[in-house]
């Protein structure tokens, strides 16, 4: 497993504004994951984050959107854009272990209310 | 639409049953199958994953695969009112129509409540 450290843990923010997302992992990671998680809905993939290549997004995300960083091996950030209340969820920053990459360790998480 | 179907729930159990949670999945050549628990206002804990068809056991954790009926299922013995939690299953599935990439895709999860 991994130690991901995940902030902040919680915002409120007003419609428009941006919030950015960290993750910072305890160990040198190849693949790195960010996913959303709506009330009573399943996980939704956002994105997977490569060090030193452009990230993938997943039909329904757009890089203007949610603009991600991956400077290095341990660290990657998500940036929520002009936000709107749709925006409200938990975001999850996660590790890939394992052959293909497909066990995935979490971090603990952001909750990000939007008014 | 790859999809991967779990009962809501709540399920809820006595303390010392056995807890028994199912998950269907739509694409048949998926080879890898996870459980993870994810306690209130926390994140998505890995517990078991399994390959291949049968059970594999890990102390009170039993994952079941049975690949034919895409059917794998999660059973909890003993049950403590500290597994009351959601229980997500997710299954690596093929990304859109054919093609060689996986994407790990998660259900909606199962609410399990353990009563004393």
Known sequence: SAVISQKPSRDICQRGTSLTIQCQVDSQVTMMFWYRQQPGQSLTLIATANQGSEATYESGFVIDKFP?????????????????????????????????????FFGSGTQLSVL | QKEVEQNSGPLSVPEGAIASLNCTYSDRVSQSFFWYRQYSGKSPELIMSIYSNGD?????????????????????????????????????????????????????????????
């Open chain 1, 68 to 104: 991600i960083s991956r400077p290095n091996l341990t660290f990657s950030t998500l940036t929520v854009s002009n936000m709107s209340p749709e925006d409200s969820s938990i975001y999850l920053c996660s590790v890939g272990r394992g052959q293909g990459y497909e066990k995935l």
């Open chain 2, 56 to 116: 594999k056991e890990d102390g009170r954790f039993t994952a079941q695969l049975n690949k034919a009926s895409q059917y794998v299922s999660l059973l909890i013995r003993d049950s403590q009112p500290s597994d009351s939690a959601t229980y997500l299953c997710a299954v690596n599935m093929r990304a859109g129509s054919g093609g060689s990439n996986y994407k790990l895709t998660f259900g909606k999860g199962t609410l399990l409540t353990v009563n004393p």
